[in-house]
């Protein structure tokens, strides 16, 4: 299963186990928009954690719409993203929904081991994009969390991608390993990574994936630039994912696709006991909506 778009991807909660969200700083109008729409047409549950006065303040504006639903109060940040934490501990949420709160206070509570959400695996960023001339979902991975990452920490990326898109259905995800070429070359390292991932699935230490590289852009993308190149393979004009040599990288290319190229985009982070719906200062309220559904499309669980 591959979804096309995030219509799609909407459309098959209707027949899922709903999903509880809890929203970490909730005093936020456009999580809450987000939050009020899915929970209005069935799709999810929602706690609600940060500072009560100002939450109930801006549900007022929601025509009774969130009236109901629970709110743990917690004064600071930090106390509202420990919370929300202890919420997925105590098995009251499914996944996390940042509100308005720091990325980095939000990720300090979740990484402390106090709240139990540590899994021993590196968190990464999945940014999923609808490109308008692509035929389906696709998701750049890592553009918000690894900097600089080894060849063992592309290995885990990967790792992470597969896991979120396997668990949203996937059979078995094309992973392209992004490079400006696709001849290894000594002097651009993230070719001679892009080579040894790809005898890793190969071999069988990457699993139930298909991966390869490197690969240039104009290459994975386009069926023609491959043609003209005389390049083949199955994940021409096919990627499920982009592995990004670094998240500098990522970042550019999803902002260049997002706001030059006319893309719809949600954030995640996994790597975490649960997927963290995650997105900038910036983000409508359509992309938070976007990335609230993925990330419980992702979520074990549910009732």
Not at 118 to 134: E, Q, V
Not at 154 to 179: H, W
Not at 225 to 238: I, M, N, P, R, Y
Request: aromatic content about 4%; some cysteine; charged content about 30%.
């Amino acid at each position: 299963m591959v979804y096309k778009d995030f219509a799609e991807l909407e459309a098959s909660f209707h027949a899922a186990a709903k999903k509880t969200v809890v929203v970490a700083a909730a005093q936020d109008r456009s999580a809450l928009t987000a939050v009020n729409q899915c929970r209005r047409e069935g799709l999810i549950d929602a706690v609600l954690v940060g500072d009560e006065e100002k939450i109930r303040e801006e549900i007022r504006e929601f025509d009774g719409g969130l009236d109901d639903a629970r709110i743990i109060n917690a004064p600071t940040l930090e106390e509202a993203a420990a919370e929300a934490c202890r919420c997925i501990s105590r098995g009251e949420a499914d996944f996390i929904l940042k509100g308005k709160i720091d990325t980095s206070i939000l990720l300090k509570a979740v990484v402390a081991e106090e709240n139990g959400l540590r899994t021993g695996r590196l968190m990464s960023h999945l940014a999923f994009m609808k490109i308008p001339n692509y035929h389906k979902i696709l998701v750049i991975t890592d553009s918000g969390m690894v900097l600089y990452p080894t060849l063992e920490q592309k290995k885990e990326i990967i790792e992470n991608a597969v896991d979120s898109l396997r668990s949203m259905g996937y059979d078995k995800p094309k992973i392209g390993v992004l490079a400006a070429v696709e001849k290894v070359n000594p002097k651009q390292p993230e070719t001679v990574d892009a080579a040894k991932l790809t005898e890793m699935c190969t071999n069988g230490e990457i699993k139930d994936c298909l991966v390869e590289g490197p690969l240039s852009y104009d290459i994975l993308m386009s069926k023609d630039s491959a043609a003209k190149k005389g390049f083949t393979s199955e994940l021409v004009g096919d990627a499920d994912v982009l592995l990004v040599p670094d998240m500098p990288c990522g970042n550019i290319l999803a902002k260049a696709l997002l706001f030059s190229a006319g893309a719809d985009m949600a954030g995640l982070i996994v790597g975490a006991k649960v997927p963290i719906a995650l997105t900038s200062r910036g983000a409508t309220e359509k992309e938070k909506r976007q990335s609230l559904l993925l990330a419980a499309a992702c979520a074990k669980g549910g009732k």
